[in-house]
């Protein structure tokens, strides 16, 4: 019996010891980081994750990267998000849709749709995606996201370039046409201020990775739509297997 307590001892030292000096261990990298200050945040410090990007895309079997859906509202960007979204599911590949709409409830719900509040409500965005980007997720953004300044600094976000923006290039009269939200009709009334399009610019990107548009002045499918951006994503190989 006392032999088996000596060696109990034993183990709990052992153990004890080990503790310590993991605790001394991460005190001795914490005292190593560099104290930053970013915007109104000081005295702060990046905290590395011992599981990396790359580990995440290996045990997801995919490649994270932002697939930003940017266009008028009508122009099919919900559509397309949603197309995609279930085309990468039945492939198993992992995605998130960030709805511009959607994020209005929650995280955005404090901003209007001044300018200053528009480039406020990409910029989170933009933050978020990076994140779901990161975590080895095919995130997918759907925004109307009127301002290229905006949507170059969320492309600027991502460190490996892993942003695809996806222009849904429809004419007004189309999407007005369909309306399905009434909002051009409010626009149209003046009930509605600063909408894009109306009263309110739309800037088109000038190097998009894929432009969706009518042919022959037909719309293409939900199907087709999201066909065209899995080809993109496969030859690129965010779908590959790592």
């Given at each position: 019996?006392?032999?088996?307590?000596?060696?109990?001892?034993?183990?709990?030292?052992v153990a004890?010891?080990?503790?310590?000096?993991?605790?001394?261990?991460?005190?001795?990298?914490?005292?190593?980081?560099?104290?930053?200050?970013?915007?109104?945040?000081?005295?702060?410090?990046?905290?590395?994750?011992?599981?990396?990007?790359?580990?995440?895309?290996?045990?997801?079997?995919?490649?994270?990267?932002?697939?930003?859906?940017?266009?008028?509202?009508?122009?099919?960007?919900?559509?397309?998000?949603?197309?995609?979204?279930?085309?990468?599911?039945?492939?198993?590949?992992?995605?998130?849709?960030?709805?511009?709409?959607?994020?209005?409830?929650?995280?955005?719900?404090?901003?209007?749709?001044?300018?200053?509040?528009?480039?406020?409500?990409?910029?989170?965005?933009?933050?978020?995606?990076?994140l779901?980007?990161?975590?080895?997720?095919?995130?997918?953004?759907?925004?109307?996201?009127?301002?290229?300044?905006?949507?170059?600094?969320?492309?600027?976000?991502?460190?490996?370039?892993?942003?695809?923006?996806?222009?849904?290039?429809?004419p007004?009269?189309?999407?007005?046409?369909?309306?399905?939200?009434?909002?051009?009709?409010?626009?149209?009334?003046?009930?509605?201020?600063?909408?894009?399009?109306?009263?309110?610019p739309?800037?088109?990107?000038?190097?998009?990775?894929?432009?969706?548009q009518?042919?022959?002045?037909?719309?293409?499918?939900?199907?087709a739509?999201?066909?065209?951006?899995?080809?993109?994503?496969?030859?690129?190989?965010?779908?590959?297997?790592?």
């Amino acid at each position: 019996m006392s032999s088996l307590l000596d060696h109990g001892n034993s183990f709990s030292e052992v153990a004890v010891t080990n503790s310590v000096f993991a605790c001394l261990h991460r005190e001795s990298k914490t005292a190593q980081l560099k104290m930053s200050t970013v915007g109104n945040s000081t005295n702060i410090f990046w905290q590395e994750s011992p599981v990396g990007k790359l580990e995440r895309q290996k045990l997801l079997n995919q490649k994270g990267c932002v697939v930003w859906i940017t266009g008028l509202s009508g122009s099919g960007k919900s559509t397309l998000a949603c197309s995609l979204s279930r085309e990468l599911y039945t492939r198993g590949k992992l995605s998130y849709i960030l709805d511009g709409d959607n994020l209005r409830h929650g995280l955005n719900k404090d901003l209007g749709f001044k300018a200053d509040d528009r480039t406020e409500n990409i910029r989170r965005v933009g933050e978020v995606a990076k994140l779901f980007a990161d975590a080895g997720l095919i995130c997918i953004a759907s925004l109307i996201s009127p301002y290229r300044k905006d949507r170059d600094a969320c492309r600027a976000m991502l460190p490996d370039a892993n942003f695809v923006e996806v222009f849904m290039n429809m004419p007004l009269e189309l999407c007005e046409a369909r309306d399905s939200k009434g909002l051009y009709k409010l626009a149209r009334a003046g009930k509605i201020k600063g909408f894009t399009g109306i009263d309110d610019p739309y800037e088109p990107p000038l190097k998009c990775e894929i432009e969706i548009q009518q042919k022959d002045g037909d719309c293409p499918t939900p199907g087709a739509m999201a066909g065209e951006v899995v080809s993109y994503l496969e030859e690129k190989g965010y779908l590959q297997d790592h």
